[in-house]
């Protein structure tokens, strides 16, 4: 079954890739769309696109390693976004980091050993109004406590 | 069309739709529907109305009533009260800081002394119906640019208006399009800079997901005036709201012929593409942004040659800002006199900035050029809250500095805020007070270009490192004579043999606190204290003698550090304290102070 769905993945990815041929600079949307499929830029996704785009693997790489939304490894079920823009840090976001680090068991960055949460240090999501904020998958929780932060996760 | 006797909005921008304004729309509809007045009354969802403390917010038209902080259970009786009976849900209004209710919009300070231009559809219109964006004039200046003026006379008219990049810069405008008309070339480009990046300003978010049929026009408006006939906006991966209103924005105007072949059939043809961002701060340089849409790394270039001359695709391109644009279609309607009888003898027109930090009405808000931080402070925002003192306002981000209490009454344009050591940067404003430590928001802001940072020149990549491993030392408590001496060498060298912008402007958080508030660091590095009581190595959780022993403070403490009988007085021991504040928190008496 998976590997079926690999097929169908590799196949939707060479047709969108084939479309954005058309275009100047379509490197940048053929990776974001690799990524929205597989989940992640493995070497052998990067391959792929290096071969259909018929560039050199290293400009692929270069590029995958260069922006922070590019992931080399898949991630968690749910991604938990914390903010770390200044208006979330004058708040003490810091607070809410570690406690989210005491509930998951995991570092900033890391994946749960069960790969449901993937907890991740993002730039600024743009909603300081409700500083401090995090955001699960694409729920955004605002003007948090650290106490707030276990039942958010039982949630999910 | 339908005539409505009563127009509800309902805030659809980021902040209000985390706060919940989604649902708070659904149930309106509902309710309307039960009430049977659905044929008297519309839900309109609007971009952001800018006062973002107070969400969810929903004003009631005509009475321009401002219900703050709804909640799903008040929707009923926003409908059986206010709706069919006229009767306006006093305990929902809009409350001041003195606790007055507010009955309408216009009355509250947050509103009274702003100027919206760049902002002005924002909360007003539904930004994803382009007739409500065309009933406000919307592409009219379009019209008028097409049909009536040359590309050189549009070009006067930006001249003169004084406009000057709102992205940070601060370079005119219209001089910028004047290069790029003057080049001799069948190929150029428009592009729009919507990678709001600084951490803390959302200004450039709000109008795209507010109004961005006025971003679109003006990128019309520029590439007729330059000669280029396809565009591109570079905006953030991180802003979904604003990417999709775009996306049904684009397709709008193409579908009223507003984009693409032959524009009000006058052979003008205009054709717009977005492209998504992928989480790097150094793509808001220009020079970086075109590396990125062309599929490189996101690096900037030396300059000369500007884009101007040789940019994306090694075409000439203009790049602006977001909030550039959307003052564009409003100079030409109105006028460029119109535009510079507003502001500063060198800064023109208004600014949008995004309020945040210790604040009360964190939120946006624009304000004519020349207004002081402490009327947007004291007067607009409200003032600190929790009865703490204000300590500093941090202008332009990681590029910026920190403005102290002694410059407050500075009028704000570009040149003074460069001249007292900041900057003005994208727009972001962040207030602190006496609780945050000026030594480590430098740190903060130093780790944020270190992993920002491309990695193309030495200067960025290995000097702000050794800066910020010097700032860690310091807040560590392990800070040397000299260090002060020693961030002060690497900054200026850094500023001056730096690439790009980033670089160049990466010392200024470090450098601008050291000018107002050197006694922090020599506190820090001489005294091992932490004046702000922030640094947690230089801090001691101390009880008190208010303590009555109810032991709540032994309960929470992870390491089992605090002693102590009940109904006697506790005592922590700082071997074992980890300086979590756990305990802190947990006391209801005061009676644990931090020192």
Request: hydrophobic fraction near 35%.
């Amino acid at each position: 079954m998976i590997q079926v769905d690999q097929k169908l993945m590799r196949e939707e990815l060479i047709s969108f890739i084939e479309e954005q041929k058309k275009k100047k600079g379509p490197l940048m949307p053929v990776m974001q769309k690799a990524q929205e499929l597989f989940g992640a830029l493995t070497i052998d996704v990067q391959e792929l696109i290096a071969s259909e785009l018929d560039i050199p693997m290293s400009d692929v790489y270069g590029v995958a390693t260069f922006y922070s939304q590019f992931s080399l490894e898949p991630k968690g079920e749910h991604i938990v976004s914390v903010c770390m823009g200044t208006a979330c840090y004058v708040k003490n976001i810091e607070k809410i980091m570690d406690k989210l680090v005491d509930v998951l068991g995991v570092e900033p960055g890391e994946t749960t050993p069960d790969n449901k949460f993937t907890l991740e240090p993002t730039r600024c999501l743009g909603c300081c109004g409700l500083a401090p904020v995090i955001m699960v998958d694409d729920q955004v929780y605002g003007r948090l406590a650290p106490s707030d932060v276990a039942g958010i996760i039982v949630g999910y | 069309m339908d005539i409505y006797r009563s127009h509800v909005l309902v805030c659809g921008g980021t902040s209000c739709n985390a706060a919940g304004s989604p649902k708070i729309f659904e149930k309106l509809n509902v309710e309307i529907k039960k009430a049977g007045l659905e044929k008297e009354v519309k839900v309109v969802k609007t971009g952001c109305f800018g006062l973002c403390e107070a969400g969810p917010i929903v004003i009631v038209y005509p009475e321009g009533s401002f219900y703050s902080k709804v909640a799903d259970k008040d929707v009923q009786e926003i409908v059986s009260e206010h709706l069919k009976h006229s009767r306006i849900v006093d305990r929902l209004l809009f409350k001041d800081a003195d606790a007055n209710i507010i009955t309408s919009l216009d009355d509250i300070g947050f509103y009274k002394m702003q100027e919206r231009i760049a902002l002005r559809n924002c909360g007003i219109i539904d930004p994803e119906k382009i007739d409500e964006y065309i009933a406000f004039d919307g592409y009219k200046a379009l019209g008028q640019c097409l049909t009536q003026l040359k590309p050189q006379q549009i070009l006067d008219v930006i001249k003169d208006s004084g406009l000057r990049g709102r992205g940070g810069g601060g370079f005119p405008t219209g001089l910028k399009w004047q290069f790029a008309k003057d080049e001799d070339s069948a190929q150029k480009y428009v592009i729009c800079n919507a990678d709001e990046g600084d951490p803390g300003a959302f200004m450039d978010r709000s109008v795209l997901e507010g109004d961005p049929h006025a971003v679109l026009e003006a990128m019309a408006i520029s590439g007729y005036a330059i000669g280029a006939d396809m565009g591109y906006i570079y905006v953030r991966a991180e802003y979904p709201i604003a990417v999709q209103r775009l996306e049904i924005a684009i397709e709008q105007a193409k579908e009223y012929g507003l984009l693409g072949k032959n524009i009000f059939d006058t052979g003008f043809d205009f054709d717009l593409e977005i492209r998504l961002g992928a989480g790097a701060f150094v793509c808001g340089e220009e020079m970086a942004l075109i590396s990125s849409i062309e599929g490189f790394r996101g690096e900037p270039k030396p300059k000369p040659p500007f884009p101007a001359q040789k940019g994306l695709f090694n075409k000439p391109t203009i790049i602006n800002n977001v909030e550039t644009l959307a003052n564009i279609p409003q100079i030409v309607l109105n006028g460029a006199e119109w535009f510079s009888s507003m502001g500063t003898e060198t800064s023109k027109g208004t600014k949008v900035f995004a309020l945040g930090g210790k604040i009360v009405n964190t939120g946006l808000l624009e304000i004519p050029m020349g207004t002081t931080l402490r009327e947007i402070i004291y007067d607009i925002g409200g003032g600190i809250p929790d009865g703490k003192q204000f300590k500093a306002a941090q202008t332009g981000g990681p590029s910026g500095g920190c403005i102290p209490d002694e410059h407050l009454d500075t009028p704000i344009d570009y040149d003074s805020l460069l001249s007292i050591g900041s900057m003005m940067g994208s727009g972001g404003l962040i207030v602190m007070d006496e609780d945050n430590c000026m030594v480590d928001v430098a740190r903060f802001f130093l780790d944020f270009t270190v992993d920002e940072s491309c990695g193309k020149c030495p200067p960025c990549r290995i000097g702000t490192k050794r800066m910020l491993e010097i700032l860690e030392r310091i807040v560590a408590g392990q800070g040397v004579q000299g260090d002060i001496e020693k961030l002060e060498r690497l900054g200026k060298n850094i500023s001056i043999s730096s690439l790009c912008g980033l670089g160049k402007s990466a010392p200024n958080p470090v450098m601008s606190t050291l000018k107002y508030f050197r006694d922090e660091y020599e506190a820090h590095i001489n005294g091992k204290k932490c004046p702000a009581g922030h640094c947690k190595a230089l801090l001691n959780y101390i009880i008190n003698d208010k303590c009555i022993g109810c032991g709540a403070c032994k309960q929470v403490c992870p390491t089992d550090a605090i002693s102590g009988d009940k109904k006697e007085a506790h005592l922590i021991n700082q071997n074992d304290c980890i300086k979590c504040g756990a305990c802190m928190d947990k006391c209801k008496f005061a009676a644990i102070d931090k020192k």
